[in-house]
């Protein structure tokens, strides 16, 4: 394994808005990250390097309960507003849970980020701003 669950919690400590997150990304990257899967339930995230390798960060704040009913329309609204800075991550989380988002695929070779519901399936897919 190429990095660490510290050095990757040191890169998370640099962001302070959505505006830090392509340098983020990079200094992901840079770790030899490719990609992440975030879990929205507890905050697990599961990192994997060019070779496939794992690690997990275990659970990050207490549990909240994703809707089994997924809101699409309702989770772009408050995606958008996240992405402009208007919320908080916590409160992005909370809002994924209320609206069926499982979590999130983060690839950072393709760079795109691709949102899940409880079932596994795609329910949007966008390009990370690079």
Excluded at 6 to 19: N, P, T
Excluded at 82 to 106: I, R
Aim: proline content about 2%; overall charge negative.
């Amino acid at each position: 394994m190429k990095f660490t669950i510290d050095q990757i919690k040191a890169e998370h400590q640099k962001v302070k808005s959505g505006a830090d997150f392509p340098k983020y990304i990079q200094g992901m990257k840079n770790l030899g990250v490719s990609k992440y899967t975030i879990y929205v339930s507890d905050g697990n995230t599961q990192y994997f390097d060019t070779d496939n390798q794992t690690l997990t960060s275990g659970k990050k704040y207490d549990e909240l309960t994703v809707s089994e009913n997924l809101n699409l329309d309702q989770f772009k609204t408050r995606l958008k507003l996240h992405q402009q800075g208007g919320t908080d991550y916590p409160t992005f989380c909370s809002d994924c849970a209320e609206n069926g988002v499982e979590g999130w695929k983060m690839d950072l070779n393709a760079m795109t980020c691709t949102y899940f519901d409880k079932q596994e399936n795609e329910i949007l897919v966008e390009q990370i701003p690079g």
